[in-house]
Nanobody, 123 residues
C-alpha cells in the first residue's frame, strides 16, 4: 500500500510560479514512477507530467512543456512539480498518481492516487 499526499497548491497570479509536492509513504521502500494529473469540474482528469522511479525518465504534456519541471528526491520520498509562467488554464485540482509501471502512471491507470491540491491562477 502506498499513500500519496499532495501539497503546495494555492492562489497565484498569472505569470507566477509554484511548486507542488507529492509525499509518498507506505510499507514498501520501493520508489515508484509518479505522475501529476489535473482536473477541472466537469472534465476528465488529464495528464500533466511524469517521472520514472530513478528520475532519469520524464514526460510532459505539451501545454506545460518548457515551463514546468518534474523532479524527485528519493531520500525524502517526495516528487515535485515546479510550474512557471502560470496561466488561467492551469487552474485545476492537481493529483499525484503512482504505480510500479511507468506506462500505467502515464495513462492514469495505476493503482494509487492522492487526494489532490487546488491550484487557482488569477488573471
Amino acid at each position: 500500500q502506498v499513500q500519496l499526499v499532495e501539497s503546495g497548491g494555492g492562489l497565484v497570479q498569472a505569470g507566477g510560479s509554484l511548486t507542488l509536492s507529492c509525499a509518498t509513504s507506505g510499507r514498501t521502500n520501493d520508489h515508484y514512477p509518479i505522475a501529476w494529473f489535473r482536473q477541472v469540474p466537469g472534465k476528465e482528469r488529464k495528464f500533466v507530467a511524469a517521472i520514472g522511479a530513478s528520475g532519469a525518465t520524464r514526460s510532459y504534456t505539451e501545454s506545460v512543456k518548457g515551463r514546468s519541471t518534474i523532479s524527485r528526491d528519493n531520500g525524502k520520498r517526495t516528487v515535485y512539480l515546479r510550474m512557471n509562467s502560470l496561466k488561467s488554464e492551469d487552474t485545476a485540482v492537481y493529483y499525484c498518481h503512482a504505480d510500479p509501471a511507468f506506462a500505467a502512471v502515464i495513462g492514469g491507470t495505476g493503482e494509487y492516487w492522492g487526494q489532490g491540491t487546488q491550484v487557482t491562477v488569477s488573471p
